[in-house]
C-alpha cells in the first residue's frame, strides 16, 4: 500500500505561519504531479497548490500570495509554506500525488488558526 506521510500540522495564530511537509515513495514522487488540498468541516475537499515534476507551481484562490509550494526531488518530499494564516484556513490538509502509477492520497494534517 503505498503511502503518502505529511506532517507539520498544529494550531497557530492568525498571521503567522506552519510548515507542511509530505513524504512519498521515491518510486512514486520522482513521477507523479504532487498537490495539497484541503477539507474544512463541512465543505468539500478543494486544492491548495499544485507543483509538476519539473517544479512549475499553480495555487488555487485562497492559497494566492500567501503559500508557496516547494518539492524536494532528493528527499522525495513536498511542501506547503503558508504564511499569513487566516481563521479561514482552517481545515485537514492533504498530499496528493498524481501520475502514470495512479492517484494517492496521504492521511491528512491538522491546520487550526486561531483569530
Known amino acids: 500500500q503505498v503511502q503518502l506521510v505529511e506532517s507539520g500540522g498544529g494550531v497557530v495564530q492568525a498571521g503567522g505561519s506552519l510548515r507542511l511537509s509530505c513524504l512519498a515513495p521515491a518510486n512514486i514522487f520522482r513521477v507523479s504531479v504532487m498537490a495539497w488540498y484541503r477539507q474544512a468541516p463541512g465543505k468539500e475537499r478543494e486544492r491548495v497548490a499544485v507543483?509538476?515534476?519539473?517544479?512549475?507551481?499553480n495555487y488555487d484562490g485562497p492559497a494566492k500570495g500567501r503559500f508557496t509550494i516547494s518539492r524536494d526531488n532528493a528527499g522525495n518530499t513536498v511542501n506547503l509554506q503558508m504564511n499569513n494564516l487566516e481563521p479561514e484556513d482552517t481545515a485537514v490538509y492533504y498530499c496528493n500525488a498524481y501520475g502514470a502509477p495512479g492517484t494517492y492520497w496521504g492521511q491528512g494534517t491538522q491546520v487550526t488558526v486561531s483569530s
Open positions: 507543483i509538476s515534476i519539473f517544479g512549475s507551481a
